[in-house]
């Protein structure tokens, strides 16, 4: 049953802002077909050699060859299977309410970190798509889901809150039906937890989203967009993952996304839905629940806490901020081909120690106030993801440079304690 949630927000003094106002940030034009690199003060893009601070826009290594010209292919050895053919134009083009045109969106986990940002550049028109969409956000609220995150948009004409859990059928079928496209960002997203207990992700990021695509399929929905991971490729130790490669996942987290990732991409080749998958890099910014690395680090310094660092911190990540990556989401809402994946990534690669010495330095605390704990079972050293693909085909270019994303994140937990002390209090509870 789906319970419309009509709790109250907190007061608006103690909802953070975005920067500048819903009005302010409106863009009704299309996106720029060219990548916009305006924004990195490093035109070049090619690894710089000195502080992590000065890399500002890295790129990848050139990719060793391909092990595998085929995205279903799991492990080596499995006998490739054909490519699905492609028709054009894909179905979407014809069928969805294009931009600037009543369009229906059903946005799952939107009450999460990636999904809120998602849901609030639609609904400010910052996103192309966003302009007269109707958005209903479904979203059972586990212990990083929040309302508050929702809250800039909640009095917006076009936002419904749905408080329902997608591994419901009725739930689900209900939500879905009169939608023109699902945007599915619901999951378990935290790899400790799924290394204590695995079982929720394989209920909610396995089998919700079967139940997803099946009410999808039913209700003949144009779009399906499955927001995944490049969690789910493994470790690579040189050069970038292509979209074609293997999956090799080593977490439960990672592993359940990758099952998810591969029964949305069936239901493409066996009933022909509209499904385009993603799989972006590590994201940061605002509203970021506090268990994960920048936020909880940010935080506990705030607070004159240590940060724990895995082992030795040489762990590599690919950082993006969150509103690249739902420009590169709304990109493939848009103009993403039927049965592709597309990576987004960041470009931006950091060691775990060197994020911690930038975040140590906007914080104003030394090395002394790190802690170094016993790794994470399984670590994945390096993830690297390329994104050559997204940027020829639909001109996506990361805009945000990792030192202004990342110093706007640190001053927005500065700014925002009424938003991250209750949630800290219930992670730990959780
Ligand atoms: N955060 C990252 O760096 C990152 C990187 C790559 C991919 N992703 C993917 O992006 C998506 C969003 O990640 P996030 O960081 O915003 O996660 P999050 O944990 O902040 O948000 C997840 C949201 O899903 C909701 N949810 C969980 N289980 C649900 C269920 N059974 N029914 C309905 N709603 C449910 C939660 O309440 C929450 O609002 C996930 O699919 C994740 O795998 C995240």
Known sequence: ????????????SKIPRMAGSLRQRRGRGRVPREPD?????DSSHSRSQGRPQDRLATVSPPSPPRPSPDPFRYAAGTPPRPRAVRAAPPPHRRDTPRMGLLMRILVTGGAGFIGSQFVRALLSEELPSGRDARVTVLDNLTYSGNEANLAPVADLPGYTFVRGDI???GTVDEAVRGQDAVVHFAAESHVDRSILDSAPFVTTNVLGTQTLLDAARRHGVGRFVHVST??????????SWTEDWPLAPNSPYSASKAGSDLLALSYH??????VVVTRCSNNYGQYHFPEKMIPLFTTNLLDGKKVPLYGEGLNVRDWLHVSDHCRGIELVLRDGRAGEIYHIGGGTE????ELTGLLLDACGAGWDMVEHVEDRKGHDLRYSLSIGKIQEELGYAPRVSFAAGLADTVQWYRD???????LKAKAALA
Do not use: L, Q
């Not at 690199?37 to 003060?41: E, G, I, L, N, V």
């Not at 080749?269 to 509209?274: A, L």
């Not at 925002?416 to 209750?422: H, V």
């Open 1 to 12: 049953m789906i319970g419309h949630n009509r709790d109250p927000v907190p007061p608006a």
């Open 230 to 239: 490049d969690e789910v490729y493994g470790s690579i130790a040189e050069g």
């Open 416 to 422: 925002n304690r009424a938003w991250w002390e209750p």
């Open 269 to 274: 080749r066996t009933h022909g839905m509209d």
């Open 350 to 353: 950091v060691t775990n120690k």
């Open 167 to 169: 591994r419901d059928p």
């Open 37 to 41: 690199r305006s924004h990195f003060p």
